[in-house]
């Protein structure tokens, strides 16, 4: 039997992070949620999780850093960078950085669910 994948949610504004956790499992998705890269890394769920939803700007580990962290150990996860800043550079520095994709805030639902369904990895 197939486990549903779980998606992990890093943004350190607590009601997006709650908003993001429910619509995410209202898609079907197992879906946890952190306020830091470090609290994440500290989980215990970098083992197990299929979707890692993070923020760029977050104080402490931006996501950039995050996701070089997460590709240093080994995580095979797959990232979804998402930002409310409106560089230009920010989506091309995201995909070279290795994330299935880039979303702007407010966040577009189908958006999201296609992102989802592109960047989950089962464990």
Known sequence: MLKTPLVCVIDDDPSLRKALIG??????YRCCGYASAEGYLASGDVEFVG???SDIQMPGLDGFAFKEILDAGGCRAGFIMMTARSEVH???RALEAGAVCFLRKPLCVDQLATCLERAVVLN
């Open 51 to 53: 979707c890692i939803l």
């Open 90 to 92: 920010l989506e091309r």
């Open 23 to 28: 619509l995410i499992a209202s898609m079907g």
